[in-house]
């Protein structure tokens, strides 16, 4: 026979009570090729004994018993050993009756009349368990390697979302580096633009300085000469009376011709117009140089307060009609620094706070701390700064006020200044809402 799938011999438990029956059954499974143990039992206790301990592969079952029957025996095999086939083997048996074994649990019945069903009816009941017992086994690997996969699912995706989160920490981290990262290459280009600018002035203020010097000493000389010339002049004019007629109608004539009234009074103009002119372009010079530092100072401890209160008197004339000047001072401690400078730095905030007012407005001086650092703010209620022009207002040379009332130079030579001092200009501003301006300066001058 094909070896079974228990791969040993073959344990047949028998539920008859007629042992002929039973020898007749075993001899018919025999001589069909099968190697078996077999056990009988008749009653019930012995029947569930039997299941415990003999082990059966197989039950063969009688339907008719005398204190027992084969429906029962199948009922208890169902409940207790469902994997054992149970065959039933009976002598007449009705339709309805094989209908409800079948029903009960039973894998087939023979008669015991036809036992040469036996055999192959018992083969046909292994080879079913043996296909249900695969499909148990392998629905149970396919259900633990399922399992198995979910939990690898799940783990992977425990360890996705950790990485995505330090991801998103990463990126987090990164964007903001390259905020820094773009502030502080706008600031290095800013003191860029500052360094070299910075050269070109020093060299410009150098180069004007030698012609500025000799046109001014020339213009004074001139001045005294003209003066000088038009006493002759007058001493002339007086002499005229003693001259000819004729001679006098000859200068009365050329005196008409070139308007020595008019060209009197316009000498002195011209010249005093050409000295301010100069005066002006000596100014520019100075703004110049100080703006590249030519003429350094040595750093000292002072109040800003202090000196915002001496440049508010300097420039006092400018300000006093157009504005009125709101002082909210916090009493900050004194700082190292280079006080003339810084009040440079506030003369022109001041001026051009005073400047971007047009009828009549307020200009506010505070001035606080905010932990290392020191700051000093003026505000007005100006005209503001239209927001394309906020990063242009420190470039050199910007100016949006006429040509002879802005250089341009303000602001930026107020941004090194402060740069120098290790601090920081900030500006708030909104066009129609006056403008702020804020000299950070830290308290303790960084070794510079
Ligand atoms: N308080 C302010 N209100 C409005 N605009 C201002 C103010 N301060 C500066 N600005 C603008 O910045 C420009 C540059 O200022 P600045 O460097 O001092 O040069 P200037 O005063 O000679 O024009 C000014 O022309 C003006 O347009
Ligand atoms: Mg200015």
Known sequence: MEQNFLNRELRILMLEDTPSDAELAEHELRKDGIAFTSMRVETRAAFIDALEQFQPDIVLSDYN?????????????QREHPEVPVVMVTGALSDVEAVELIHAGARDY?????????APAVQRALAMERDLR?????????????????????????????????LQAEKAAQEELIGKLAEAHSQLLQSEKMASIGQLASGVAHEINNPIGFVNSNMGSLQRYMQDLLKLLSEYENAEQQLPEETRA????????????????DV??????????????????QDLKDFSHVDKQEKQWASLEQGLDSTLNIVWNEL???????????????????????????????????????????ITIRTGTDGDDVWVEVEDSGRGIEPEHLSRIFDPFFTTKPVGSG?????????????????????????????????VLPLHAAAA
């Open 250 to 265: 000859a200068l009365a004539g050329i005196k008409q011709q070139v308007d020595v009234a008019y060209l009197r009074n």
């Open 268 to 285: 002195a103009n011209l010249l005093s117009e050409s000295m301010e002119g100069l005066q002006r372009v000596k100014h520019i010079v």
């Open 65 to 77: 018993l005398p204190d027992f029957n084969g429906m029962a025996a199948i009922q208890i095999v």
């Open 320 to 362: 006093k009609y157009k504005a009125d000047v709101v002082k909210e001072y916090a009493g900050i401690p004194q700082i190292e620094c280079i006080p003339a400078q810084l009040n440079q730095v506030f003369m022109n905030l001041l001026m051009n706070a005073v400047q971007a007012i047009d009828e009549h407005g307020r």
């Open 134 to 166: 695969a499909r148990k086994a392998a629905e149970q690997a396919l259900r633990k390697s399922h399992d198995e996969l979910e939990e690898r699912v799940r783990q992977r995706t425990a360890e996705l979302t950790n990485a995505n989160t330090q």
């Open 407 to 439: 250089t341009g130079l303000g602001l930026s030579l107020s941004y090194s200044i402060v740069q120098d001092h290790g601090g920081r200009i900030e500006v708030k501003s909104a066009p129609g809402q006056g403008s702020v301006f804020r000299v």
């Open 110 to 118: 023979v008669l015991k009349d036809r036992l040469a069903r036996l």
